[in-house]
């Protein structure tokens, strides 16, 4: 148990007969970069809804920092440092870009101008000083992708859940954002990561879990996991169903 | 400028006015109307413009207000002050009770929760005995320390001191956690609850907040007018009316409503009492005997609700952000 912040136990999740995820297991060790992949549909976005309290589990158990998290609300499992970004991004667009990142560091001091202070500082890691005073939903989509990063670790995470940060953007942007979870993982913090692009994701993953239709098809590390000849028949593009 | 210093300022000026109108107690009376308005909406932005969350049913609130108002009074001969109090703990039972079951759904649930509450709570008072029914109740002379409460003076700084404190509250909730997390729930519910925003919890303190300025309002009005009964407290026309003073000013502005009753509620005023229509006759822009002439005079008055009405309309249609909406900052 001793160095694993995240335990998945036999978690299932049903919506109504439909089985979204069934019997999946793992665990993630701290300060890891921790991937999880599979095609559309194969229940990545679900699982992580349920790990951070979007959705009760049907089944199973899951466990972060020695407490289990099952039946706590999103408001509560982020106060226990688990924060986590949207694949489809949502900023709150009317306040602006520093008071976005605001609203996330609220969640570790009361004070309006110390929320303000972290704020400033998060922006400046992330790089995006210069768009403090805009809008939010003015932004383009590479920047607000880094907005929603910005915006979660100003609640200072011990752990961060990425739901396809680098989807929609280009090399450049891409690189941007994963020097910024190394960094992030650096300094302490462990990261799971959904993702659809493969280089990302064997560049900067330790440890990865495949899921497929919901079940759990694999586990290991990159290396490992490219030459798994299941996983390249259901996600890297081999043969009939290579649905993605 | 700052904010706090244009509140300070407003309100100077404010209460200055009934000076200058010397001895009229009509235009006092639409003065009195017209802050109560501002405050009202003022109230109701908090939970509508800022938490987005939109109440139908505040007539609810400022009823329970001025009930308990005037049944204390009336019956128990209690100190306005204290009744006042009274009518906030009721106000707040009321919304406490609404908003722990309502906003655990998101949605349009609250908007509807909040119509069906007001409509009970009419309801009730209308059946039940001690709130006199159909019949309203009645109060006879009033005074509190000496002061002649039967004047309409002090109900002016009253509804003045009331809009100052809701414009006062607005503007530190702004700047404060509270008003940062009510904004983020506005604009994004998934978002705001996984950045570690409680969602009902702060809905609900944005609501109370709300509800209890408003049954301040309640009492008030209801120790100015000295007579209440439920079409004028717990109507779901005063609730609309809110809505839309809030609305055609600006949601979740700190000065929409307060532009919206300055505008809406002498509008409202003049239509009624055909204020455009006499004049137009009197000085002879338009023969008195001429068709337009009787039309102003005889049936403009009676239609004035109809005249509101497509004004309204016209505001949501041109200006959906409201008049502040047009000078928003655009970055």
Redesign the interface.
């Known amino acids: 148990m001793i160095g694993h912040i995240l335990h998945i136990n036999h978690v299932c999740k049903n919506f109504g007969g439909n089985v979204a995820v069934s019997d999946i297991s793992f665990s993630v060790d701290e300060k890891q970069i921790f991937g999880l992949i599979g095609p559309n549909g194969a229940g990545k976005t679900t699982l992580f809804n349920c790990i951070?309290?979007?959705y009760p589990v049907t089944s199973g158990t899951i466990i972060f920092d020695n407490k289990k998290i099952n039946n706590l609300?999103?408001?509560?499992v982020?106060?226990l440092g688990m924060?986590?970004t949207?694949q489809r991004v949502?900023?709150?667009?009317?306040?602006?870009v520093l008071?976005n990142v605001?609203?996330?560091a609220?969640?570790v001091t009361?004070?309006?101008r110390e929320?303000e202070e972290i704020a400033i500082e998060q922006l400046a890691s992330v790089g995006l000083s210069d768009y403090a005073?805009?809008?939010a939903g003015?932004l383009p989509i590479g920047l607000k992708k880094k907005l929603e990063l910005a915006?979660?670790l100003a609640?200072r995470p011990k752990m961060l859940l990425l739901d396809e940060i680098c989807g929609g953007l280009n090399h450049t942007e891409t690189d941007g954002i994963l020097t910024i979870i190394r960094e992030v993982r650096n300094k302490g913090a462990t990261i799971v990561f959904i993702e659809h692009d493969m280089k990302a994701v064997t560049s900067i993953c330790d440890s990865i879990v495949v899921l497929n239709s919901g079940e759990k098809l694999a586990e290991g590390r990159p290396e490992e996991i490219t030459k798994n000849p299941e996983v390249i028949a259901a996600y890297l593009g081999g043969g009939q169903n290579a649905n993605d | 400028m700052k904010q706090s210093a244009i509140i300070v300022i407003i309100a100077a000026v404010a209460a200055l006015l009934p000076l200058m109108t010397g001895e009229n107690p009509y235009v006092l009376g639409v003065m009195i109307s017209v802050l109560m308005m501002a405050a009202l909406s003022s109230a109701w932005n908090i939970l509508g413009g800022y938490a987005g969350q939109y109440s139908f049913g505040h007539a609810a609130y400022f009823g329970a207000g001025a009930y308990t108002t005037m049944i204390l009074i009336s019956t128990f001969n209690v100190n306005p002050l204290v009744s006042m109090a009274a009518g906030i703990i009721i106000a707040c039972i009321i919304a406490l009770i609404t908003g722990s079951i309502v906003f655990r759904l998101r949605g349009h649930y609250f908007g509807l929760a909040s119509i069906a509450v007001a409509e009970i709570v009419r309801l009730s008072v209308l059946n039940v005995d001690f709130s006199g029914g159909a019949q309203g109740i009645l109060l006879s002379d009033l005074s509190l320390w000496g002061l002649d409460l039967n004047s309409k003076n002090p109900f002016y700084y009253g509804m003045l001191i009331v809009l100052v404190v809701t414009l006062g509250i607005t503007l530190y909730l702004r700047r404060s956690k509270t008003g940062f997390y009510l904004q983020a729930i506005r604009e994004d519910q998934d978002a705001a609850a996984s950045l570690g925003i409680n969602l009902s919890f702060y809905k609900n303190k944005a609501l109370l907040i709300s509800a209890a300025l408003t049954s301040v309002l309640g009492s008030l009005y209801a120790l100015y007018i000295r007579f209440i009964d439920t079409s004028a407290v717990l109507d779901l026309r005063l609730s609309i009316e809110i809505i839309l003073t809030a609305i055609i000013g600006g949601v979740g502005t700190l000065w929409g409503p307060v532009l919206g009753a300055v505008l809406l509620v002498p509008l409202a005023e003049m239509l009624r009492s055909n204020v455009i229509g006499e004049t137009l006759v009197k000085h002879g822009i338009v023969s008195e005997t001429s068709g337009l002439g009787l039309f102003l005079k005889d049936n403009l008055a009676h239609a004035h609700v109809l005249v509101y009405g497509i004004i309204t309309v016209l505001c949501i249609l041109f200006l959906p952000k409201g008049i502040l909406g047009l000078f928003r900052r655009t970055k």
């Open positions: 951070t309290g979007f609300r999103p408001d509560q982020c106060h924060a986590r949207w949502k900023p709150l667009g009317s306040l602006t008071e605001m609203i996330g609220f969640s009361n004070v309006t929320a005073a805009k809008f003015s915006r979660v609640t």
